[in-house]
């Protein structure tokens, strides 16, 4: 199979990484940290603000590969502190409506560029 692979106005890559990779009718979106594309810099302040800037990050990604925050059936939510899942978890709810997409949501020691959030999604084509 050949890989189809997308970069997104508006979103940072930090590696050799695709922003995403369409792998028929799914389409596998990379973690985004709170990386401001207009800065260069991590996103200051709360753990809100940080996620509101990862979900700007995946929008861009995913406008990128014609599909939206509709689309996604599964995400992974990495935190640095598991003490912010909540603060986390009001932002995550505005992004989606029910039925929400399956999720993971995994404490780690640390993340690119010290980072204290990172998403990944994997959406589905209609």
């Known amino acids: ?42 996103a200051e302040g709360s753990i809100a603000d940080q996620t509101r800037q990862v979900f700007r990050n995946l929008a861009a990604v995913l406008e990128a590969t014609g599909l939206g925050f509709e689309h ?3 995400a992974t939510v990495f935190l640095t502190d598991l003490g912010n899942f909540a603060e986390m978890n009001a932002v995550y709810q505005e992004q989606f409506s029910a039925p929400y997409p399956a999720r993971s949501c ?16 994997i959406a589905k084509r209609d």
């Open 72 to 74: 996604v059936v599964k």
């Open 1 to 42: 199979m050949k890989r189809v692979a997308y970069t997104a106005k508006g979103a940072a890559a930090v590696g050799p990484y695709s922003h995403a990779v369409d792998s028929g009718e799914l389409v596998f979106v990379s973690g985004q940290t709170p990386l401001d594309p207009a800065t260069g810099k991590l």
């Open 106 to 121: 995994i404490g780690v020691k640390a993340l690119p560029l010290g980072a204290n959030v990172e998403i990944e999604l």
